[in-house]
């Protein structure tokens, strides 16, 4: 087990989920930026 691991299992998987969620709204933004807004600049 991680050293991290908070001993409140409910905690730990809020924990868990707030992490995943924060990686997705990063890996989101990151292909917004590198894909998206190229294709609309170079569209328009």
């Known amino acids: 087990?991680?050293?991290l691991?908070?001993?409140?299992?409910?905690e730990s998987w809020l924990t868990a989920a707030a992490t995943?969620?924060?990686y997705g709204l990063?890996?989101?933004a990151m292909f917004l930026a590198l894909?998206?807004?190229?294709y609309f600049?170079?569209?328009a």
């Open 41 to 43: 600049a170079f569209a």
């Open 1 to 3: 087990m991680s050293a």
């Open 5 to 10: 691991e908070l001993p409140g299992r409910r």
């Open 20 to 22: 995943l969620g924060g």
């Open 35 to 38: 894909f998206v807004l190229p």
């Open 26 to 28: 990063i890996l989101t």
